[in-house]
């Protein structure tokens, strides 16, 4: 575990820079996230901030990877997992760079991307089926469950869709989506702290948390869907590969309320014609401006605040899933 540390280190003030000398560079050339109209109003300010961090994080994390493999061998699961965030990573910048081309909010379509992301995760299973079948822990049982080859290819594509798009969804405040990615990545070393493990997620933390330094609002650079789709690619193969699929959804639980509300939000809406949130994800109906009539409580915190109280809840998320894991 030394050298999965020693590179962290390094990483982290690599990342920071690297995550600035990109947003300056994007900014020199005029290339920033688009706003969408309907968002919140406060949000209007963030329009032509660089986007696209994701990149930087994804390329530094994997060649750590690539260079700790080569120098103290190679990870059982290596080839999943990179192949996952870096899957992920591309179709997530397609969307990026679609949206920068168009100057348009939208990229890809909502379809488009399922359909991607299900080709990708069924390409993946097969592709590394051996990384993939493996015995999962039960929540709150101290048991693992052998799942037959069909409900795992099943469970692998859900999983992983689900994993990038509820990261994606997640990216909508400064530090936040970053923040929850690395408690999630250090519940899930907490729970299987093998040196094949700390050799894939410690790089990716210390990558994290230097895109971070660029993050925090008021955000200098953002994630961009090359970032939230690639690093959910690898939280769902990190998920995968160690048996600890069923407990993901415990450990990623603001990913699952983020889901959740939008879920709701519009399925409700279109039944009943009124909407339970002032506006979905569930993170801007926390917000101090924007939204629409609504039938649930809501708040009007400002960013950082909704940000702060969001990751101590993720934290708490994490904690249960310790619990449930050591049931």
């Known amino acids: 575990m030394t050298p999965s540390l020693i590179a962290s280190f390094c990483l982290f003030p690599a990342s ?22 309907h968002g ?25 990877v690539l260079a700790l493999g080569a120098m103290v061998g190679w990870p059982q699961h290596v080839g999943f997992v990179v192949a996952s965030g870096l899957g992920f990573g591309l179709l997530g910048l397609a969307d990026d760079v679609l949206s920068l081309r168009r100057r348009h909010s939208t990229g ?3 379809p488009q991307k399922l359909v991607s992301g299900s080709v990708l995760s069924v390409s993946l299973f097969f592709a590394f089926r051996g990384d993939v079948m493996v015995a999962q822990a039960v929540p709150f049982a101290s048991l693992h469950l052998v799942v037959p080859w069909v409900g795992m290819l099943f469970l692998s594509w859900i999983l992983l869709v689900a994993a990038t798009n509820t990261a ?26 093998t040196a094949d493990n700390a050799m894939l997620i410690l790089p990716l933390i210390a990558t994290l948390a230097g895109f971070l330094w660029l993050n925090t609002h008021p955000a200098a650079l953002f994630l961009g869907d090359v970032g939230s789709f690639g690093v959910g690619g690898i939280i769902g193969a990190l998920a995968l590969s160690n048996g600890l699929a069923f407990l993901l959804p415990l450990l990623a639980g603001v990913f699952v309320l983020e889901a959740a509300s939008v879920i709701l939000q519009v399925g409700l809406r279109r039944f009943t014609g009124r909407r339970p949130f002032k506006m979905a994800p569930l993170h801007h109906h926390f917000e ?9 409580p809501s708040a009007a915190w400002p960013e950082p605040k909704v940000t702060a109280r969001f990751l101590l809840l993720q934290g708490a998320f994490v904690l249960l899933a310790l619990w449930a894991y050591g049931a």
Not at 43 to 56: E, F, L, R
Not at 176 to 192: F, H, K, N, S, Y
Not at 288 to 296: C, E, F
């Open 16 to 37: 920071a820079i690297g995550c600035y000398a990109f947003s300056r560079w994007m900014r020199s050339r005029a290339l920033g996230q688009q706003i969408r109209t």
């Open 40 to 64: 919140p109003q406060s949000h209007t300010d963030k329009a032509g901030t660089p986007t696209m961090g994701g990149s930087v994080v994804l390329v530094l994390w994997s060649g750590a």
């Open 108 to 110: 890809l379509t909502g």
């Open 168 to 193: 994606n969804l997640t990216d909508g405040l400064d530090g936040l989506a970053g923040g929850v990615c690395i408690l999630v990545l250090g519940g899930l070393l907490w729970m299987v702290p």
């Open 288 to 296: 101090d401006s924007g939204g629409g009539p609504h039938w649930l």
